[in-house]
T-cell receptor
Framework: GNSVTQMEGPVTLSEEAFLTINCTYTATGYPSLFWYVQYPGEGLQLLLKATKADDKGSNKGFEATYRKETTSFHLEKGSVQVSDSAVYFCALFKNTGNQFYFGTGTSLTVIP | ETGVTQSPTHLIKTRGQQVTLRCSSQSGHNTVSWYQQALGQGPQFIFQYYREEENGRGNFPPRFSGLQFPNYSSELNVNALELDDSALYLC????????????FGNGTRLTVT
């Protein structure tokens, strides 16, 4: 079946540190891949997406590359800020069933 | 533009009761999806509505049902509530029924006692 596995948190980093949150997926065919973010007290919102192999999604300094060969979509940021503290969800979309599949989320706390 | 709004924000029900949750989609969005998010878990897809028809369903029993109205707002109904139904219920709207990004509401926290 289709599924997403992401690294467990919580993750705590100092400001300006490098961030990687690992995400791997299981799916047939060519799903679209997404990262959603949930800031404290807010609803989930799209951070970035990639719709085909080797595409790179980017937004707010975050990047993720769709790697078909390793079925991965790892989230990276070169220098995190306190305002990046949030829960990050990796997700895939399959046309079959018009369904998004979400990972369990990774909580990130950035300390000054 | 108006975002996705859900009501109520919190709800407490007793096992066996029925509940209706409501969602207004973002303006211009004709597709609404519902998700269940248990504590510490990611959202789980319940179903999707497009032009008032259910056109995708996750692994949830028939006692979870929904409606979409001509103005694209939606309801989620859950019958015969069980303790395990306690969760955050999220509504998300999107421009189309494809891989268009989801726009989420803040959710309804349902507690079943």
């Amino acid at each position: 079946g289709n599924s997403v596995t992401q690294m467990e948190g919580p993750v705590t980093l100092s400001e300006e540190a490098f961030l990687t949150i690992n995400c791997t997926y299981t799916a047939t065919g060519y799903p679209s891949l997404f990262w959603y973010v949930q800031y404290p007290g807010e609803g989930l919102q799209l951070l970035l997406k990639a719709t085909k192999a080797d595409d790179k999604g980017s937004n707010k300094g975050f990047e993720a590359t769709y790697r078909k060969e390793t079925t991965s979509f790892h989230l990276e940021k070169g220098s995190v800020q306190v305002s990046d503290s949030a829960v990050y969800f990796c997700a895939l979309f399959k046309n079959t069933g018009n369904q998004f599949y979400f990972g369990t989320g990774t909580s990130l706390t950035v300390i000054p | 533009e108006t975002g996705v709004t859900q009501s109520p924000t919190h709800l407490i029900k007793t096992r066996g009761q029925q509940v209706t949750l409501r969602c207004s989609s973002q303006s211009g969005h004709n597709t609404v999806s519902w998700y269940q998010q248990a504590l510490g878990q990611g959202p789980q897809f319940i179903f999707q509505y497009y032009r008032e028809e259910e056109n995708g369903r996750g692994n949830f029993p028939p006692r979870f049902s929904g409606l979409q109205f001509p103005n694209y707002s939606s309801e989620l109904n859950v019958n015969a509530l069980e303790l395990d139904d306690s969760a955050l219920y999220l509504c998300a709207s999107s421009l189309r029924q494809d891989n268009s990004p989801l726009h989420f509401g803040n959710g309804t926290r349902l507690t079943v006692t």
